[in-house]
């Protein structure tokens, strides 16, 4: 059975940090790419960014910069580091496992983030 299971979001001021962890398992983690979408409430579900199984990444543009993604393989653990937070980043956050490059097949069941002004 897989699992991902998000953790970490909360409340904090504009201008502050947080640090998202996903941990995967029923799943061989080390072969998928990972990623982080985020949804706020009336919007779709948006990507934010991704990391492949050779580790590398891509960034929306709207946090190019200030999010960092990475994955400790060892661990089962994907992170999402999040610097300079905006109120418009504000949504739940999802962790997605995609197996085999066709897409996310796998979601996480989400975690609030709320940015305040």
């Known amino acids: 059975q897989v699992q991902l299971v998000e953790s970490g979001g909360g409340l904090v001021q504009a201008g502050g940090s947080l640090r998202l962890s996903c941990a995967a398992s029923?799943?061989?983690?080390?072969?998928?790419?990972m990623g982080w979408y985020r949804q706020a409430p009336g919007k779709q579900r948006e990507w934010v960014a991704t990391?492949?199984?050779?580790?590398?990444?891509n960034y929306a543009d709207s946090v190019k910069g200030r999010f960092t993604i990475s994955r400790d393989n060892a661990k089962n653990t994907v992170y999402l580091q999040m610097n300079s937070l905006k109120p418009e980043d504000t949504a739940v956050y999802y962790c997605?496992?995609?197996?085999?490059?066709?897409?996310?097949?796998?979601w996480g069941q989400g975690t609030q983030v709320t940015v305040s002004s």
């Open positions: 997605a496992a995609d197996p085999d490059g066709m897409g996310p097949l796998y």
């Open positions: 029923g799943i061989i983690f080390s072969i998928n790419a």
């Open positions: 990391i492949t199984r050779g580790a590398s990444t």
